[in-house]
């Protein structure tokens, strides 16, 4: 069974912090995806990836950073974090069906 | 961009009633995806349906590319069917996937 583990799974910061949100996949898959969701609104694509080293932007990149350190390893970064920035994250892989698989999430909270 | 629409957007049922989900898309896509998410917020595919009628256990989805729609109808629901479906096509030959709002499944015992 695919996996994607996100950490921490819950976080809550203040106005202007630093926080690493960070995800691993056992999958061997090539692309990896950060999303976030927001009552009102559908998932929201942030950053992707399809390799190491790789970084593609997404719909909602502003205010993120990302980086891709290994196949299985891909990181969120907001580095002066803000309100609107108060989600529910999720990190995903895909095959090369491209079906999802969702790590369990990640809540975070910017106060 | 991609526009996607899900009816309805909430749905309540009795334990054995089948429920009829729809997603309309606004542009041509050469797939889509339907997903759960469970009241607890995890998130699963459930079965990638670009074109055509494929099921998967009490699952069919039926997609009409050219009308640009698709289905999810589950039969004789479950109280553990209970959560979002979320449909997710993407935008014409790119790989990313566009989501609806989705449609919140309630099944009463």
């Known amino acids: 069974e695919a996996a994607v583990t996100q950490s921490p799974r819950n976080k809550v910061t203040v106005t202007g912090g630093n926080v690493t949100l960070s995800c691993r996949q056992t999958?061997?898959?090539?692309?990896m995806y950060w999303y976030r969701q927001d009552t009102g609104h559908g998932l929201r694509l942030i950053h992707y990836?399809?390799?190491?080293?790789?970084?593609q932007i997404g719909d909602v990149p502003d205010g993120y950073k990302a980086t891709r350190t290994t196949q299985e390893d891909f990181f969120l970064l907001l580095e002066l974090a803000s309100p609107s920035q108060t989600s529910l994250y999720f990190c995903a892989s895909s095959d090369s069906l491209n079906t999802l698989y969702f790590g369990a999430g990640t809540r975070l909270s910017v106060l | 961009g991609q526009q996607v629409q899900q009816s309805p957007s909430s749905l309540v049922l009795q334990e054995g009633e089948n429920a009829e989900l729809q997603c309309n898309f606004s542009?041509?896509?050469?797939?889509l995806q339907w997903f759960y998410q469970s009241p607890g917020g995890s998130l699963v595919s459930l079965l990638s349906?670009?074109?055509?009628?494929k099921h998967t256990g009490r699952l069919t989805s039926t997609t009409v590319t050219k009308e640009r729609r698709s289905s999810l109808h589950i039969s004789s629901s479950q109280t553990t069917d209970s959560g979002t479906y979320l449909c997710a096509p993407n935008v014409g030959d790119n790989s990313k996937l566009i989501w609806g709002l989705g449609t919140s499944l309630v099944v009463n015992p």
């Open positions: 349906n670009p074109s055509g009628t």
């Open positions: 999958n061997s898959h090539n692309y």
């Open positions: 990836s399809y390799g190491a080293g790789n970084l």
């Open positions: 542009s041509t896509a050469t797939q």
